[in-house]
């Protein structure tokens, strides 16, 4: 699987937006960006995924350069349960290559 | 959506002996993953867990020590064998309902081994 490079740790503030990066230089064609987050003591939950074109669901939007080797992932109005780790996931869709390999992801503390 | 129903929710139990946990999905699906997370780390896959069949296995991860068992398409059991504390961890179940679609997880399983 590719990987993908987070920071470790971001903070923000309350109401404001954040934009956690992740970089994925090795992306291939066939790769899908995918975003998860796990809330502390919870099991991780889908964010949001997109391929070339930026996405945009209740959640987030996720942002794509357009050499594919990174994306942003934006909550528009952190709240204090945005408070959670961050996966950036890439997925080769097909068999095995596409299961969810999960790497440090980053932290993201909400301060009130 | 999936609603997962993970048993136990925690234990504790004496090394050399085995747990086996359980996970149920309130409806059919057609992937079923097992996962580790050891204190303060990120998720590590154990092994896809397959309908009728034996589960495909991650590198490091073993049969005799993580048997899985998938009798239909909503429920798995992950046993861990032969326990050591080193197997103290959150164990998660994740479920799709189509190839590479969005996951579902557990609550997870709070394992102590003493």
């Known amino acids: 699987d590719a990987k993908t490079t987070q920071p470790n740790s971001m903070e923000s503030n309350e109401e404001e937006p954040v934009h956690l990066p992740c970089n994925h230089s090795t992306i291939s064609g066939t790769d899908y960006i995918h975003w998860y987050r796990q809330l502390p003591s919870q099991g991780p939950e889908y964010v949001i995924h997109?391929?070339?074109s930026n996405v945009n669901n209740r959640m987030a939007s996720l942002a794509i350069a357009e050499d594919r080797k990174s994306s942003t992932l934006i909550l528009h109005r952190a709240t204090l349960r945005d408070a959670a780790v961050y996966y950036c996931?890439?997925?080769?869709?097909?068999?095995?290559?596409?299961?969810?390999?999960f790497g440090k992801g980053t932290k993201l503390s909400v301060k009130p | 959506s999936a609603v997962i129903s993970q048993k136990p929710s925690r234990d504790i139990c004496q090394r050399g002996t085995s747990l086996t946990i359980q996970c149920q999905v309130d409806?059919?699906?057609?992937?079923m993953f097992w996962y580790r997370q050891q204190p303060g780390q990120s998720l590590t896959l154990i092994a896809t867990?397959?309908?009728?069949?034996?589960?495909?296995?991650e590198s490091g991860f073993v049969i005799d020590k993580f048997p899985i068992s998938r009798p239909n398409l909503t429920f798995s059991t992950l046993t861990v064998s032969n326990m050591s504390p080193e197997d103290s961890s959150i164990y998660l179940c994740?479920?799709?309902?189509?190839?590479?679609?969005?996951?579902?997880f557990g609550q997870g399983t709070r394992l102590t081994v003493v």
């Open positions: 997109g391929l070339t």
């Open positions: 994740s479920v799709e309902k189509g190839m590479n679609t969005e996951a579902f």
């Open positions: 409806s059919q699906v057609t992937m």
């Open positions: 996931i890439l997925r080769r869709y097909g068999g095995s290559q596409g299961n969810l390999i």
């Open positions: 867990a397959n309908q009728g069949s034996e589960a495909t296995y």
